[in-house]
């Protein structure tokens, strides 16, 4: 058995890079999965991963946690 898979067989969860999108608001990419979803705010952001999760596995197969790791790009002066 898959260590990251429950024993039924689904994700134990699915990691999605956030950033902030350069025309404004957010995106979402799933790793190891080709889900992408966008929205103009955080709080539609979730909304519309949870809704990407729904349109990708089939019913009673999608992972248990979405984990949003936030990703900020900042560049610094040397």
């Given at each position: 058995m898959d260590a990251h898979r429950t024993t039924d067989g689904r994700p134990e969860e699915v990691i999605f890079?956030?950033?902030?999108?350069?025309e404004g608001g957010y995106e979402a990419?799933?790793?190891g999965?080709?889900?992408?979803t966008e929205a103009d705010t955080l709080e539609e952001l979730r909304?519309?991963?949870r809704d990407?999760?729904?349109c990708h596995f089939d019913e009673g197969l999608a992972p248990?946690?979405?984990r949003l790791h936030f990703v900020?790009?900042?560049i610094l002066p040397a």
């Amino acid at each position: 058995m898959d260590a990251h898979r429950t024993t039924d067989g689904r994700p134990e969860e699915v990691i999605f890079s956030v950033r902030e999108a350069a025309e404004g608001g957010y995106e979402a990419e799933a790793l190891g999965h080709a889900i992408f979803t966008e929205a103009d705010t955080l709080e539609e952001l979730r909304e519309n991963i949870r809704d990407a999760i729904r349109c990708h596995f089939d019913e009673g197969l999608a992972p248990r946690v979405l984990r949003l790791h936030f990703v900020r790009e900042e560049i610094l002066p040397a």
